[in-house]
Every structure is written in C-alpha cells, then in structure tokens.
C-alpha cells in the first residue's frame, strides 16, 4: 500500500519543504501516494482564505512568496482531516504551537504511522530539557525521526544545492524518509542519531543571534567566526552533557557545523540579532518588522536553554549562551558579547 504524506505546518520551511515533498512523491508511485494534504493554520489575505490562494494559485504568497508549489499538494485548514489517514507525518511548525497540537490529534492518528520533526527547538518541562521528538513520541506513542540541516528555507525553495540530516531510530524510518525528502538539489544523509540533530538545530539559533549582533555592532568576519566556533563548542558540551545517545560526529553533519554556517550568516535570527544590537527595539517589535508572520526561535531558546542551566548550577560551563541571553533581555548591552568570559561573573 502507498504511504499517505501529512504536512503539518505551511510557514516558510513548511512550504519550502512541501514542494520537494510534492515532487517525491509524483516520482515515487510505488511507495507514496500521490497526493499529500498540508495543514495551513488559517488566515486571510486580503480578503481570501490562504488555503484557497495555496490551491488555486499554487502559491504560500505569505510565507513563501514567489515560489510555485506542487499541484498535489493540498492546503486543508482542519488539522484532523490532515493526520487522521496519513501513514507519515512530517511537523514543520513553530515549536511553542506544537503541544497544543499534539494533544488534539493523539487520539485520531493511525497506530502504526510514522513521525518526522524538521522543528529547530527544544521544551523545557519541570526544569528539564524535553526534545521535540521525544515529546512527540511520547504523546502520540510512535516513532519519530528529525531533519535537520544548512537549509534557510528561501534558499530550498529556488532548488539551490545544500545538504540536509536526518536523525533516525530505525533503519526502516530512516530509508522510508530519506526516499521522501531526497533530491538532486537537497542531499540528504541518514544517522542513527534522533538526538544530536535536533539540539543542535534548537542551539544554533541562539548563536545566531549572538552572530548578529556582531554584524549589527559592524565587527568583522574574525570575530563573527569566534562567536560561531564558540557557539559549536557550547552546542557540543551541552548535546553531549544532555544524552548519552549523541553521536560525536553529528556535529560535522549539515545538521551540526554546517546549519551553524549558515543560519550566522543568511538565517532569520542573525538579520534580527543585527537589527537588535542597531536599534535596541523589542523584540516583538523586531520580528513584526521584519518578519512577516514568521517567528524568531533564538530569542526563547535563549532563555529556556538559560532555565535549564540556571536549574543545574551549569551557567559558569556556557558562558556564550548565557551572555546572549542576558543581552537579549537587555540585563547587558549587544558590544559585551565579546566579554563573555568574565562578564557574567
Ligand atoms: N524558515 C527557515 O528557513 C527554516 C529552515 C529550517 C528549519 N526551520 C524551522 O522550522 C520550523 C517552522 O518554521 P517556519 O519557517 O516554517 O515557520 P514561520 O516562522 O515561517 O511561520 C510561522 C507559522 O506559524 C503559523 N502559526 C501562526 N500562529 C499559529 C498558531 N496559533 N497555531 C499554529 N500555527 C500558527 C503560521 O501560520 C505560519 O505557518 C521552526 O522551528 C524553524 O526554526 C526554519
Ligand atoms: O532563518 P533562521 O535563523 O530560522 O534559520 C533558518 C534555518 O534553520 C537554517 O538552516
């Protein structure tokens, strides 16, 4: 039988990704079906559905403007009408909706079907690190897998070469997901490793922002490629400190070192990281500004990641994390990034 695709989420990622997921699957008969559904939390643009603008234009004009998406992929507003038949099911939304989601569709899924998370964030749950597939799988009782990966979104969609990880705890998931998400322009690879992956997608954000307020402040590549090599050491101690199932070289994966790359230097959280440290504005000023509906992640994870280690007595080990989260609730200025080893102290 053909496996049914759901999509849950249509922002920027969430498009991006459903266009080369409609394109896999037209190519695949044998192993999907040949339509996928994508839930679209509901919204009008001037004056029109978005789900009615994606199936007749073929176009998320909001999230992903510019961009033509696979007529075989269908915007549903009704989130159960998305999961209820579907054999995979991909979550590619803001991490701070997801719990709520998860609880409403836990009883209509199918038993057997298969989760994938392409989510770049963590919870934090009774002073402890909970990661998203482990939530996911916790809620709904099935496996779930993560992709993650040097894939700015806007990027993807123009069919641009880049390398993508995905994370898996069995060898089926992990070939069944590869064949989904796999294309001449998005390469992927597969390691046995949930874990890694997915911290290191949640970190990097807030180095990110960290990345940005040096271009924000107009320090040069030196001290950019400091905070950065600091950042990947900090995202190592704590990946490695948080699970014994990391692996050591997911950190030399797109998923580690290399969405680190990218995200500091064309990503969404170092453009606001930047405009923070020019303007001092508020953050959800910032992200009304500059974003357009989508979300800044680096700013919340900042603090949850600051919770945790505050909980553990672990601040004096990341000292780079704890830095940037004190500049973003504005207990420091953005130029004291620099003096991160002793200003906290
Ligand atoms: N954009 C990228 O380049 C990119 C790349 C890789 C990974 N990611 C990660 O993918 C995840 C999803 O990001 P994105 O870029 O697709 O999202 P986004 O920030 O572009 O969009 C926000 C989405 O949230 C939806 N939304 C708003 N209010 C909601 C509500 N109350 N309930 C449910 N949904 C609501 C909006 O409709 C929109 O689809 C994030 O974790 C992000 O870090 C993003
Ligand atoms: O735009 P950002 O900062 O959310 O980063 C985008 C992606 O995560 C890069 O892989």
């Known amino acids: 039988m053909s496996k049914k695709v759901a999509i849950i989420g249509s ?4 498009s991006a990704i459903a266009k080369i997921i409609g394109m896999n699957v037209a190519k695949n008969t044998t192993v999907f079906d040949q339509k996928a559904k994508m839930w679209v939390y509901e919204e009008m643009i001037d004056g029109q559905k978005l789900t009615e603008i994606i199936n007749t234009k073929h176009e998320n004009v909001k999230y992903l403007p510019g961009i033509k998406l696979p007529e075989n992929i269908v915007a549903v507003p009704e ?3 998305v999961v209820s038949d579907a054999d995979l099911l991909v979550f590619v939304l803001p991490h701070q909706f997801l719990p709520r989601l998860l609880n409403g569709i836990k009883d209509k899924i199918k038993k057997d079907a298969v989760a994938i998370h392409l989510i770049k964030g963590v919870f934090f749950i009774d002073g402890e690190m909970v990661p998203i597939s482990s939530r996911i799988k916790d809620v709904l009782g099935i496996e779930c897998c993560t992709l993650m990966g040097a ?3 806007n990027e993807v969609a123009r069919e641009e070469f880049c390398e993508t990880t995905i994370g898996y705890e069995t060898q089926e998931a992990g070939e069944v997901f590869f064949k989904l998400f796999n294309t001449k322009f998005f390469e992927v690879t597969i390691i046995q490793d949930v874990t890694g992956p997915e911290i290191c997608g949640a970190l990097k954000n807030i180095v990110a922002i960290g990345s940005g307020f040096c271009d924000g402040l107009g320090y040069g590549g030196n001290t ?5 090599r600091i950042g990947l050491k900090e995202m190592r101690g704590f990946a490695m400190m948080y699970s014994k199932t990391v692996v050591e070289s997911t950190f030399l994966e797109s998923c580690g070192v290399g969405d680190l790359i990218t995200t500091c230097i064309g990503g969404r959280n170092r453009k606001c990281g930047a405009y923070f440290a020019k303007t001092g504005k508020a953050w959800e000023v910032i992200e009304k500004e500059l974003l357009n509906g989508q979300k800044i992640q680096g700013v919340p994870c900042a603090k949850e990641i ?3 280690l505050s909980t553990k007595n672990l601040l004096a080990k990341f000292p780079l ?8 609730v504005g207990e420091l200025e953005p130029k004291e990034i620099i003096n991160y080893k002793s200003v906290n102290n």
């Open 224 to 228: 950019k490629a400091a905070i950065m």
């Open 79 to 81: 989130l159960d009408d």
């Open 151 to 153: 894939n700015v979104a």
């Open 11 to 14: 922002g920027n990622w969430g």
């Open 306 to 308: 600051y919770e945790i």
């Open 321 to 328: 994390f704890h830095t940037i989260h004190r500049i973003c």
